[in-house]
């Protein structure tokens, strides 16, 4: 199960940290990553982060999101920066792991982040 955290309303310009706790460890987990959904929009990734700290971002956040984990905590961080109207979504953690050979997909419940202009 994973819960995020740190959602709300932002300026054009500022930051917001959204955290993921997971409910269990989440070392031997595969990709742990942050998803978000625009309104009339599909969901997209924002950004990916893998077993050995390997991140990968979209092209429209990247040099100002920074995705993290903290295995020791099982919580996964996503720092925004310079936060712009168009990052106004609700963002998911999701997770995935392989486990006997098959792949194991969470969600989580999201998180709405607004940013004003």
């Known amino acids: 199960q994973l819960q995020a955290s740190g959602g709300g309303l932002v300026q054009a310009g500022g930051s917001q940290r959204l955290s993921c706790a997971a409910s269990e460890s989440i070392f031997s987990i595969d990709v742990m990553a942050w998803y978000r959904q625009a309104p009339g929009k599909q969901r997209e990734t924002v950004a990916t982060?893998?077993?050995?700290?390997?991140?990968y971002y979209a092209d429209s956040v990247k040099g100002r999101f920074t995705i993290s984990r903290d295995n020791a905590k099982n919580t996964v961080t996503l720092q925004m920066n310079s936060l712009m109207p168009e990052d106004t979504a609700v963002y998911y953690c999701?997770?995935?792991?392989?486990?006997?050979?098959?792949?194991?997909?969470?969600w989580g419940q999201g998180t709405l982040v607004t940013v004003s202009s």
């Open positions: 982060i893998g077993r050995s700290g390997n991140a």
């Open positions: 999701y997770s995935r792991k392989l486990q006997s050979g098959t792949w194991y997909d969470t």
